[in-house]
């Protein structure tokens, strides 16, 4: 980041945990990434907005102790949940997706709601839940009876629907996915995340795909 956090991603060797975040009293500021392969793109993004949450709402916490599952703990988890549900899902923006597609029924509006912003159902859940005031329970329940009774995945593993982990993301495919949705409201710096791009280069490469993008449209319709 401009703002000289440091990003670095790992494969952690379990699950359990998706990312840390360290302060400057502890030789931050940096963000670590689980970079597990069992682990979709879609939580990576989002453990990487909610540490960031940790860093610029909580930094002067670092240095000090705090006992996990804590009243404190537990106040400043849901805070970093809140920062990170809005910085990727701004919302108005959400509010006028979601009853664009709500028409389509629970899955599909929320597959669609996810696919556009790079996010995980189940923060796409969340933010119904928060916004509308539906059961939350309830809500996660009846998503994942319906997509199981359509496609058979019963969500073990860590499973995401849709992922953006389920393909290769180096492939031009994939890319070409991924700044399309730079050009609606998409980072850089995610998009260099998750193409495996130093944050040195990827302007060079988005700027390289614009070019042959404008230039294979100008031939094919001139």
């Known amino acids: 980041f401009n703002s000289g956090i440091k990003i670095l991603g790992i494969p952690f060797g379990y699950k359990k945990t998706f990312g840390l ?18 682990i979709s793109g879609e939580r990576k993004i989002y453990t990487l907005a909610h ?21 404190i703990d537990k106040e400043e988890e849901k ?3 809140i920062f990170a549900s809005n910085l990727l899902m701004p919302q108005e923006g959400f509010e006028t997706f979601y009853e664009q597609t709500r028409v389509l029924g629970l899955v599909d509006c929320v597959l669609k709601i996810k696919r556009h912003y790079k996010v995980s159902y189940m923060t796409v859940l969340m933010r119904i839940h928060e916004t ?3 059961d939350k329970q309830k809500l996660i329940m009846k998503f994942r009876a319906l997509y199981t009774r359509r496609t058979g995945h019963d969500f ?15 492939n031009s495919s994939a890319k070409d996915e991924i700044f399309s949705a730079v050009e609606n409201g998409f980072s850089l710096q995610q998009a260099a995340f998750l193409l495996g791009i130093t944050a040195g280069n990827i302007e060079e490469e988005y700027s390289w795909w614009i070019t042959i993008r404008d230039s294979f449209s100008e031939s094919f319709f001139n």
């Open 156 to 170: 073990s593993d860590n499973y995401e629907p849709l992922s953006i982990g389920d393909i290769e993301l180096t």
């Open 132 to 134: 509308y005031g539906f």
């Open 51 to 71: 540490e960031l949450g940790h860093l610029l709402l909580h930094k002067t916490r670092y240095g000090e102790k705090i006992e996990e599952d804590s009243d």
């Open 21 to 38: 975040s360290i302060g400057e009293p502890d030789g931050g500021p940096a963000i670590l990434i689980n970079m597990d392969p069992s």
């Open 79 to 81: 805070q970093a949940d």
